[in-house]
């Protein structure tokens, strides 16, 4: 449990914040002390709201600490057509990267196209190309087609006969 604003969250003053919730009024009080909890909680103290958190375990015991940390930019969403969820979920990327720069690193990912695949050279990167407007993707983030030869220079151990 954690009072932010009218207690400083400090594990030693557990009991005193626990107890001060009986008697305490709060703007805001947050079941949940997962990712989604503590983003809540943090905009809302930096709002000047005060707010009390309860988590029932520990904090990030839950989902939150399964995470593997991508920032996702919802690319997988554009093949269920869930059109303006991509571009909700790029903007929101577009903001944890501007607000966070030391936490959100980009990182580039090769996509090889083979032979019998599910995904076609065509329909590829024209579906890139809407995934990039959509999710508002600019600059050298956006997608880039590779020849085989530029493919094959970058990952030398993909298989030459079907890529
Ligand atoms: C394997 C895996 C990998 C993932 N990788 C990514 C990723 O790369 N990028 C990404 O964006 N997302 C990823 N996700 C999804 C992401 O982890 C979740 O969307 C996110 O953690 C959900 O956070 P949350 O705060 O909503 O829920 P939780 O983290 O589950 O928090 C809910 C909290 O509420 C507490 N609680 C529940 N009931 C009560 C109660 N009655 N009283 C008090 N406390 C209570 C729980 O103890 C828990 O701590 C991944 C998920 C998994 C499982």
């Known amino acids: 449990m954690a009072g932010l604003k009218h207690n400083k969250f400090n594990a030693l003053k557990r009991e005193e914040i626990k107890n001060s919730f009986k008697t305490k009024e709060f703007d ?82 090769l996509l090889p196209l083979i032979k019998g695949g599910s995904l076609g050279k065509f329909s590829t990167n024209i579906a890139l190309w809407f995934y990039d407007k959509l999710a508002g993707v600019t600059g050298k983030d956006k997608r880039k087609m590779l020849s085989k030869a530029e493919t094959l220079a970058k990952e030398p151990l993909l298989r030459n006969d079907i890529l």
Do not use: C, F, W
């Not at 709201?49 to 969403?77: C, F, M, P, W």
């Open 28 to 109: 805001l009080v947050i079941i949940g002390g997962g990712i989604t909890g503590a983003g809540i909680a943090l905009d809302a103290a930096n709002r000047g709201l005060s707010v009390a958190l309860i988590e029932k375990q520990d904090y990030a015991a839950g989902t939150s600490s399964r995470s593997t940390k991508l920032i996702h930019g919802g690319l997988r969403y554009l093949k269920q057509l869930e059109v303006k969820l991509v571009s909700d979920v790029g903007k929101e990327r577009a903001i944890a990267y501007k607000n966070a720069p030391h936490l959100v690193v980009p990182e580039k990912m």
